[in-house]
Structure formats: C-alpha cells, structure tokens
DNA sequence: GTCTATAGAAGGATAGAC
DNA sequence: GTCTATCCTTCTATAGAC
C-alpha cells in the first residue's frame, strides 16, 4: 500500500468518524462524509464497499478506544480508593475532550447488541475482570462490598461518570433555569463523584 | 370529532410510538408505522401532516411521562432518606416496564437539544425546584450535602437509576462473560442503589 | 376518512473512463 | 486510485378517486 492511499483511506475514516458521532448510523449520510474528506462517494465505496463495513471500522476503533482508556486504571498499583479517584479524574478528563462518545456508544449498541457482544469477546474482558476482582480482594473487607456485588459498584461507577455527558442537554437546560452553568457542573464532577462513591462503600 | 377518528388517531399513535422508540427518529420508516397501525401511509400525513410533527408529538408525551413520573414522589411528606428508597424502587419499577425509554430520549435530544428545551420550559423545572429545594432546608444540614452540590446529588441519583438500562447490552455482556445474570442484577438495583446513596451522603 | 397510485427527491451502490 | 455519470431502490409526501 502507498502512502497516499494510506492518506486518502484516513481522511475518509476520519471524516466518517466525525459524521457517525455527529449523525449516528442511521443519520449520517456517505455524500457528507465525502464532502467532509474532499473526495467523491464512489471512492468511499472503493475503500469500505458499504456504509455499513464504514461503520463498523468506525464503531470498533470507538469502542476499543473507550475501553483501552480504562485499562491503564486497572494496572496501577493503588488502594481501592486511590484508584476510584484516579479513574474519575481521567475518564471525565477524556469525556470533556470527547462528548458526544457515550451516546454515540450507547445508542448504537442499543440499536445492534451485536456489535458490542463482537468487541467485548474480543477484549477478553473476563481476564480483565478476574484481574481487578484479585488485587482487590483482601482489600474488600474493608468496605461495605461484597464479592457478588462488585458489578453493582462499577456500573455505579461508569454511571456516575457517563451520565453528565449523556444528559448534558437536560442538565444544561434544568441549570439554566436555576441559574447555574452547565461548565462549573462538570469541573466540580470528579471530585464530587470520587467523594461520593468512597463514602458510600466505606464501612 | 367522531369516535372513529378518535380510534384511527389513536392508532396511528400508538404505533408511531413503538416503531420510534425502537428505531430512533432517523431509523423510523412511514411506511412500518402504517403497517403496525393497520392503515396505509397516505392516512398518516393526512392525522399528521409529516414525520417531523408525528415525531413531535410522541417524543413530548414520552417526555412528559417520564418526568411526571417523578413528581409524586416531590410530593410525598418524606424525610429525604425516605424519599430517595421511594424514588428508586418507584423508578426502576417504571424502568423495567418500559427499558427503551431512556435511550431514546437520551439520544433524540442530544441530536435535537431544543425539544428538550421547550418541555422543560413548558413544565416549569424551575418551580419544582424551588419547591424540592424548599422541603429539605432544613434536613441538609444532618448530611454532607451543601446548597450548591444539590444538582451533583439529583444527577447522580438519575445516573444510578438510569444508567444500567442505557448501557444493557453492555453490562449484560459483561455479566454473561462471568457466570451472572442481567435480571438479576436489575432486581437487586433499587436497593443498592439506595444504600450507597444515603450512605453517600451520610455525615 | 380512507384508499390507490404516483410524484419527486435522496440515498447507497456500481460501471466505466482516465 | 480517482473521477463522472447513472442505476436502482427507498422514502416522504401529495393528488385524486371513492
């Protein structure tokens, strides 16, 4: 593969990219996408046949990328709460960079469960998970969890992280009327989350 | 107005509703919608006169109920630990019955921010505000609650109802990968959920 | 009010020249 | 690899008969 081919395939992906986030599947249309990298459709089939072999490069590098931003949470060598911290601080620091990410994620999935079973296998996301249960196992004790609901606290977790960012319309609009910033919400939301979440598992 | 009309708009609703709560705005086809009402497409634009005002007017009543649905429990003569058990175990009920609730209105008013505007606004946010923030004055102070953190607390009680509905492929991939089950995971919702928020908030 | 038929436009995809 | 031209289908919306 020469290099303009490499060029003209990841200005395509990108302005796919962009489109898919912006549209989702069912809105976005190729012609924009084209336009948005410069070139015509038929080069967009030349490089990915379909919309939907389009899409699913776009979704599955999201997707990994959303995951992957986790991971690193999961190595580090911190206490349970140090890590609760850590993890809010840097996921919203990578939402507020990256917005419309969540509901991208959460509406297609919706739409397709597919997909996500797909990426999700592919993780090998039980490693993971048998990983995190085992460094802190000893530490549990400690807290108010239990080994049976662990998922409970890390969907809790992801929820109290994800949820500014997919509500941000209801939440800006309710501040508004109250005469609060949408701005401030969010930059007082690590904190709050992390304070939040430690207390509620402390014995 | 004739009792037949009445039944044929009724219809027509009725559907519009289940095929946009399944498919989104943009994936929602006229010509499903007829089939499910039983009727052909030209006798939806003669209700309705387009998508975009059948759209309107199913997506303001779904609004609208889920946020009526809340409001009784402002009502309530509670404590606020009390009215917290109520509001999940009320919420996750509702969610249950209706699970693709969330995930649409999440994602149609973050493709479309001003529907949401113009219902908040016509629902007068404000003033149930005022009368929430009102009840509880004085009971603030026995928890680590401050006036100005209120919208940090009532968006993170949204996040841990709604949240493990938006993400259900997801989170049941997950759990399917470790031997656990996602009713289960719902059943037990309510009440974790309530336990880490009063204990969150706990002095 | 309800139907059939169809207009009119847009979208995804392909053929074929260069 | 890239373009123009175009096919074919699908979709919203309307015209007009009953």
Redesign the pocket.
């Known amino acids: 593969?020469?290099l303009?081919?490499k060029?003209?395939?990841d200005k395509i992906f990108e302005a796919a990219t962009e489109v898919f986030l912006e549209k989702g599947m069912d809105g976005?249309?190729?012609?924009?996408i084209a336009d948005k990298a410069?070139?015509?459709?038929?080069?967009?089939?030349?490089?990915y046949?379909?919309?939907?072999r389009?899409f699913d490069a776009v979704f599955a590098l999201i997707a990994n990328q959303m995951f992957k931003k986790l991971t690193p949470v999961f190595d580090e060598k911190l206490t349970l709460e140090e890590k609760i911290r850590l993890f809010f601080k840097e996921h919203i620091a990578f939402l507020k960079k990256n917005p419309r990410l969540p509901i991208f994620i959460l509406n297609e999935i919706n739409r397709n469960p597919e997909r996500i079973k797909r990426i999700i296998n592919s993780l090998n996301v039980k490693n993971m998970w048998l990983i995190v249960e085992k460094q802190h196992k000893d530490e549990l004790e400690k807290y108010n969890i239990t080994q049976e609901n662990i998922p409970q606290l890390i969907t809790s977790i992801a929820a109290l992280s994800i949820f500014p960012f997919v509500a941000k319309p209801i939440i800006s609009a309710i501040l508004g009327e109250i005469g609060a910033d949408y701005n401030d919400y969010i930059n007082q939301r690590g904190d709050f989350a992390a304070d939040f979440t430690i207390r509620a598992i402390r014995k």
Do not use: P
């Open positions: 593969m020469k303009k081919d060029q003209t395939e976005a249309r190729m012609q924009e410069g070139i015509n459709k038929a080069l967009l089939h030349y490089y046949r379909t919309k939907d389009l």
